[in-house]
């Protein structure tokens, strides 16, 4: 991001539009752990560059982490179209894309949500109402070629699976970032 001040007043806007809901954490001590972590707010513009409309959303407790979520309602616009890791995008034979949700995720320093993680962001939502975000996929799934995606649909949340190596204009990926 640019303008650091812009940037911090901006998540500062968006945590607290839920103040009742993270009423246990004050917006001071968190501006001055990210200012204390420059390469974390560097992330965190990233994922704000690319769509994401990034929102504290909780306290990890156990390991004294701020949690910051990608919160736009669609799958943030700057990472779709892209199958789901280096592997799967090196094995398409035709139309490859240009990278893959694990290797943008990683390039960010920022991790993809996992089942648990995409179901307590749905928490928050409804999101992903008319697009479909990978999640992290475990390794029994994705050694036999699939990968994990969800969405909201008819009222509900919605796991499903593909090949790793399709890549669909509305589906993209979702991220979390410990501060």
Known sequence: MTNTRVFLALLQSRFEAYSQRLSHIKWSDVQARLLDNPEKLASLGQMEESGGEVCL??????NGRYLFFDCAAESPSGRRSICYDEKARLS????????????????????LLDEEQYRFLQSWGPFDQKSSSWIKTPEHVRSQGGAL?????????????????SYYSSRGFRTLLRV
Do not use: C
Not at 57 to 62: H, I, Q, T
Not at 96 to 104: F, I
Not at 149 to 165: C, E, P, S, T
């Open 92 to 111: 398409r034979k035709n139309n490859a894309p240009a990278t893959s949700a694990e290797s943008m995720a990683m390039a960010m320093g920022v991790e």
């Open 149 to 165: 995606f969800g969405d909201w649909r008819y009222g509900r949340l919605f796991i499903y699976h593909n090949g790793a190596q």
């Open 57 to 62: 959303l909780a306290w990890d407790e156990e």
